[in-house]
């Protein structure tokens, strides 16, 4: 088991004192739960509080920041309390502390229930309901709307594509043609991620959208940006369903998202065509970080991939 990073005593009761919880203790045990994007412990303080750490994991562009997810709490979840999230108690030593909450299990291999996606959807579309036509203008919050962004990301997918398309089209043949289309082209083409910009949680599957016995909590923000909705959405769907899952369930769930938008007296011309454009960039996504080569990259760029061929998504390549 990886060793706990030090924690300054003092400064750790200062953030619980800020961040409106029992400071007063004088020791605490440690758990490790194990590692998920990297790894994660509960610390069981004396005083019965209870918090979970983890380190930040993230592999910036140039000119992007690495401690994403702290500048999140920091700045954007204390400024908007209402946010459905854990009270940020501070990032300390090089390690993100948060409030800890016992979670309701899920598993990718069987997907989200019913209820969950529909209360996840639901808290989605109240954090872009926030943000919507009204993004954050926060310099290291990463966007569509950063051409310079676009084009660093246009090289990433360009060569990775070039070094793992034989082993990404043997997960799934479908989209060797949608794959090579997008070589040169994904700059212009996730352009129009700039309309209709709102929040973007930008991992937003159900792991990470959890029931609690409050409702649902939105984690893990290490990949927050500004851009469409349709992104998030691309990826919950994707990601929390079965591939014979999806085609069942996402029409509805796009729907919902819309009316509650729509309910709050926001305009969003063509949520359809956003999810498509999101699907497209969430399987360009995963062909970027391909070289990685994570334990589930087969299953995750299967789902993904297929999902953006079943959509046709090539009709949106500039």
Do not use: C
């Not at 369903?241 to 926001?266: D, Q, V, Y």
């Amino acid at each position: 088991m990886p060793d706990l990073p030090h924690i300054d005593l003092d400064q750790l009761a200062s953030g619980l004192r800020r961040a409106g919880m029992n400071h007063g203790f004088r020791s605490f045990a440690t758990t490790h739960l194990g590692r998920f994007s990297n790894d994660v412990w509960r610390l069981d303080l004396d005083n019965g509080t209870r918090l979970i750490v983890k380190y930040p994991f993230r592999e910036p562009r140039p000119g992007e920041i690495e401690d994403l997810e702290a500048h999140f709490y920091r700045e954007l979840a204390d400024a908007h309390k209402a946010l459905p999230v854990p009270r940020f108690v501070g990032y300390l030593d090089g390690v993100l502390v948060i409030e800890y909450h016992s979670l309701q299990p899920f598993s990718f291999k069987t997907g989200v229930s019913d209820d969950h996606a529909a209360l996840a959807i639901d808290a989605l579309a109240d954090v872009h309901g926030t943000f919507w036509q009204n993004p954050p203008e926060a310099g290291w919050l990463p966007t569509f709307a950063n051409e310079r962004r676009r084009i660093s990301i246009q090289s990433d997918y360009d060569s990775a594509w070039q070094r793992n398309r034989d082993r990404l089209v043997d997960y799934a043949p479908e989209f060797a043609e949608l794959g090579d289309a997008l070589v040169g082209r994904l700059a212009q083409t996730t352009e129009p991620m700039t309309e209709t910009a709102t929040l973007l949680h930008g991992d937003a599957h159900a792991e990470n959208l959890p029931m609690t016995d409050a409702g649902v909590l939105l984690l893990d923000w290490q990949d927050v940006q500004t851009g469409t909705a349709g992104f998030d959405l691309a990826v919950f769907t994707t990601m929390s369903f079965t591939e014979t899952a999806r085609p069942e369930k996402e029409r509805s769930l796009i729907e919902r998202h819309a009316n509650r938008i729509h309910a709050r007296g926001l305009e969003w011309q063509d949520p359809w065509r956003d999810y498509r454009l999101g699907l497209l960039r969430r399987a360009a996504r995963i062909v970027e970080i391909a070289d990685s080569n994570f334990a589930s990259l087969p299953w995750v760029f299967r789902r993904s991939a297929i999902a953006a061929v079943a959509h046709e998504v090539g009709e949106l390549i500039r």
